[in-house]
């Protein structure tokens, strides 16, 4: 589990979180990152409300915007794409940002 790996290291300059989506386990993912100061952290699912057993991707959001990252959230419907569900970039230094979020749709 990735809490049980974020427990152990967290020496990490990229994180991409996407796996269990239950309040309780983001909540420590995001605990956990944030205690860390790692530079940057993408999140997928982060709009996704009407699935059981999914909220915890939407306060991760809220966490690291809160704690003054740079975020942005791409939840655009686009055709063939999962792309409404949220994906969601949060970094704590502006350049970091930026370089990443170019990489990104508008």
């Known amino acids: 589990k990735s809490v049980d790996l974020l427990a152990e290291d967290t020496r990490f300059d990229f ?3 996407d796996g269990d989506h239950s309040l309780e386990n983001v909540r420590e993912e ?3 990152l944030l205690a ?3 530079r940057c ?3 997928h699912d982060t709009s996704l409300t009407d699935v059981p057993n999914c909220d915890g991707p939407a306060e991760l959001a809220w966490k690291f915007a809160k704690a003054g990252y740079h975020c942005y959230e791409d939840a655009k419907p686009r ?3 999962a792309t409404d569900r949220g994906m969601f970039l ?3 230094d502006a ?3 930026e370089s990443l979020r170019r990489t990104l749709p508008d």
Do not use: G, H, P, Q
Request: hydrophobic residues 55%; aromatic residues 10%.
């Open 90 to 92: 949060a970094c704590r």
């Open 95 to 97: 350049e970091d940002f």
């Open 36 to 38: 860390s100061n790692v």
């Open 79 to 81: 055709a063939s794409e």
């Open 41 to 43: 952290v993408m999140a």
């Open 15 to 17: 994180v991409f979180v």
């Open 30 to 32: 995001a605990r956990l």
